[in-house]
């Protein structure tokens, strides 16, 4: 064993043995307590000590009876009581107690060694039982099949890999590998180590398994993200003649959320309703309530949710986070409120669900309210939830206030590094962004790989695409970061987006790995902004393969087509689009005022306040036109006249949701959109004249950025 633990276990030594006089002083005090229950012990016979030492369930009898034989003496050298007594005290994880018995019992038998390797084991001394264990051998005393489970439980729990490969050796050598306890123990082990390899031969050399075994290669086998083989295993279970419990069930539905087979998780859910729910509990309700969210089936969370008879934290926490997850943010806070109101006590994982979920819509007002309750509950100092709140704000537009919490939090991990330079990044702050990234250094911050693609992401959104190249090169040279997936789809969408589609098509032609649908992705993107045909061909290609249900990639190519007037193309793929049944997702933008969430679509009239809405897009079209505005109809992709392209462009969902903050908001307030496509080149000329016309700051949020207009301009330098 490595000397270092012996080094760490000897450090430690003193603590956990007590002096025997130092025992002893306490011993009276005990025995006076014992006296007043039981009669004086020169009345009393051994087998009378043992009846008591069985069944004995307070420990504070123990102590007392432990005192008793101490103060009289008499047995106090008798090994079978003080090994029993050993027994009970280390079943209590009073290992101080346990251990000095230990020490003063000179004839030590297997039960006592194994009660204390057993104890230490079991109670979070797992180098201490190791060590115990190897000091039984030294003194020749053999271990059995009730030493080694322990054994292999503190070399799992210790991820000591040689030392546990060692000691199953030494089961092979004794013969005990066929009992069923230590073959268990051995399994369990070896998941641990992320060994699933030897698991499963330790469980086919089995020749009688109980469900443990059962259970406990399903468990490993969904630990080591390899779901599909804990289906095998639950498959052979059914043929074996035993029956499922809950500890099955769970790993099983872990499992099907792991593989996003909601069929299968209905076939597990419809078993424990057959068995008329004599194994359902609360753990099996949130498990499946999980897995069904995963599998984004959340009507079916929802229905199990409020069927529930007690709904405890983890039960909102996976129907707020599901929803979070699934993109169904209003839900998501509405559930929340919910639960506020019925007295439910959130804890961290709900607050950060709630907080993606208003960072998601651009709900800051109730962003804020959230953040306010967690001062007052006194979360604020959770770094884990003050990067998520860091992050709401940021995604919210307030990068003041995401700076602020930034800037309080009493200590920064690498994730609170991250997330300040991506909002920085987001906004088009690239350089702020790279402060940000020396500073971390400063801070003596060895920044990762998710640092990197913040910091690419940044120089990508800010234009800068010398500094971004050279950095791309430092991060390899001086770092030794080997570039990912997200490094390379960084750079590739910053040459792109800068029109060094050539550049950007050889990076991708020469990467140490395979590219992803997402490169060819932004790749492509990039090759409409540039009306590239050619290259956009190429690349989307590549995604069709890759991703045949892409419908965002047909649409993409089909503008591509559109802007070249190829009109036979674009009707090309747009039947290739309906004969797929794909559905493109319609804009949609979102607007937060007074606490209420207000949905618009692309030429909605759905909303109570239509008529209103459309006047004042009257009211505005009229000045814009006055101040100069000339429709840009080239981003309506349709071959209509001219007239319908201008009527089109002013039923964009983003005019109507600004329309409405207009009307709804006084004068000088800052408008606050989020919208879940790409902001058209028209839209994004109108809403800089709006700012201007209105003396409004309008702050968007499309799918890859922030824009903040103000005075006619937007922060992205028109570059996005």
């Known amino acids: 064993m490595n000397g270092n633990l012996y080094l760490k276990f000897f450090k430690s030594?003193?603590?956990?043995?007590?002096?025997?006089?130092?025992?002893?002083?306490?011993?009276?005090?005990?025995?006076e307590q014992y006296h007043a229950v039981y009669p004086p012990f020169s009345s009393l016979q051994c087998g009378?000590?043992?009846?008591?030492?069985?069944?004995?369930k307070d420990f504070t009898k123990a102590q007392q009876l432990h005192a008793l034989m101490v103060t009289s003496g008499n047995l106090q050298d008798n090994a079978y009581l003080n090994t029993k007594l050993t027994a009970v005290y280390a079943c209590y994880g009073r290992m101080a107690e346990a251990q000095v018995i230990f020490n003063d019992t000179v004839l030590k038998n297997s039960f006592l060694?194994?009660?204390?390797i057993r104890g230490f084991a079991c109670y979070g001394h797992s180098l201490r039982s190791l060590l115990l264990y190897r000091e039984m051998l030294y003194y020749g005393q053999k271990a059995d099949n009730f030493t080694y489970p322990f054994v292999l439980k503190a070399c799992g729990d210790l991820v000591l890999v040689e030392i546990g490969r060692r000691v199953h050796g030494e089961v092979v050598v004794s013969g005990l590998e066929s009992d069923m306890y230590v073959s268990n123990s051995l399994m369990a082990m070896y998941s641990k180590f992320g060994d699933m390899e030897w698991a499963r031969v330790v469980f086919d050399r089995m020749l009688k398994r109980d469900l443990t075994?059962?259970?406990?290669?399903?468990?490993?086998?969904?630990?080591?993200?390899?779901?599909?083989?804990?289906?095998?295993?639950?498959e052979l279970l059914q043929n074996s003649g035993l029956s499922a419990d809950g500890t099955t069930l769970l790993g099983l539905l872990s499992a099907c959320a792991k593989l996003m087979a909601v069929r299968q998780g209905k076939a597990i859910h419809g078993y424990i309703v057959r068995n008329n729910g004599e194994i359902f509990n609360d753990f099996l309700t949130n498990a499946l309530i999980e897995m069904y969210c995963t599998c984004?089936?959340?009507?079916?969370?929802?229905?199990?949710?409020e069927g529930a008879k007690c709904k405890d934290v983890v039960s909102w926490n996976s129907m707020i986070s599901g929803y979070e997850r699934n993109g169904n943010a209003f839900e998501s806070i509405k559930l929340f409120c919910r639960m506020v109101k019925e007295e439910a006590v959130p804890d961290e994982v709900t607050v950060v669900a709630v907080l993606g979920a208003c960072g998601q819509v651009t709900a800051l007002e109730f962003g804020m309210s959230v953040h306010s309750y967690l001062l007052k509950e006194g979360y604020g100092v959770n770094i884990t939830v003050a990067t998520a709140l860091l992050d709401m704000y940021s995604k919210c537009g307030s990068l003041s206030c995401s700076r602020h919490v930034f800037d309080d939090m009493p200590e920064k991990r690498m994730v609170s590094w991250s997330a300040m330079i991506a909002g920085y990044g987001a906004h088009g702050r690239g350089r702020e962004a790279i402060s940000i990234f020396h500073e971390m250094l400063e801070n003596s911050f060895i920044p990762d790989e998710g640092v990197f693609t913040s910091v690419l992401s940044a120089y990508s959104h800010a234009g800068l695409v010398n500094e971004g190249r050279d950095f791309f090169h430092r991060m390899t040279m001086e770092y030794n970061v080997k570039p990912g997936l997200a490094h390379y789809s960084c750079l590739v969408d910053l040459l792109g987006r800068a029109g060094n589609l050539d550049e950007a098509y050889d990076l991708i032609q020469t990467m140490e790995v395979n590219p992803t649908s997402d490169i060819w992705a932004a790749l492509l993107s990039a090759c409409r902004l540039h009306r590239n045909v050619k290259l956009a061909e190429i690349s989307a290609q590549k995604v069709f393969e890759m991703k045949p249900t892409d419908v965002s990639s047909y649409i993409c190519l089909s503008n591509v087509y559109a802007s070249e007037k190829r009109w036979d193309d674009v009707n090309r793929i747009r039947t290739l689009i309906r004969r797929k049944g794909l559905i493109k997702s319609p804009g949609?933008?979102?607007?937060?005022?007074?606490?209420?969430?207000?949905?618009?679509?692309?030429?909605?009239?759905?909303?109570?306040?239509?008529p209103d809405i459309y006047a004042k897009l009257e009211d505005l079209n009229l000045e814009l036109k006055e101040a100069g505005y000339k429709p840009d109809t080239s981003s309506v992709f349709y071959d209509v006249e001219e007239d319908v392209k201008e009527k089109m462009l002013w039923d964009h969902s983003e005019r109507l949701a600004i329309a409405f903050a207009l009307i709804k908001t006084r004068p000088g307030t800052t408008i606050r959109i989020t919208k879940n496509l790409r902001v058209c080149g028209d839209c994004h000329t109108v809403t800089k004249m709006i700012s201007k016309l209105m003396c409004r700051e309008i702050i968007m949020r499309d799918i890859h950025r922030f824009h903040h207009f103000k005075d006619g301009l937007c922060s992205c330098g028109d570059y996005w």
């Open 13 to 31: 030594h003193k603590e956990i043995v007590l002096h025997k006089s130092q025992y002893t002083t306490n011993a009276t005090i005990h025995s």
């Open 48 to 56: 009378s000590i043992l009846q008591w030492l069985t069944k004995i």
């Open 113 to 116: 060694w194994n009660s204390m």
């Open 213 to 234: 075994s059962w259970n406990t290669m399903i468990s490993g086998y969904v630990n080591d993200e390899n779901p599909s083989e804990a289906m095998v295993i639950f």
């Open 296 to 305: 984004k089936s959340v009507i079916d969370a929802r229905l199990l949710f």
């Open 588 to 610: 949609c933008s979102f607007i937060v005022l007074d606490k209420m969430i207000h949905r618009f679509l692309v030429g909605d009239k759905s909303h109570q306040q239509t």
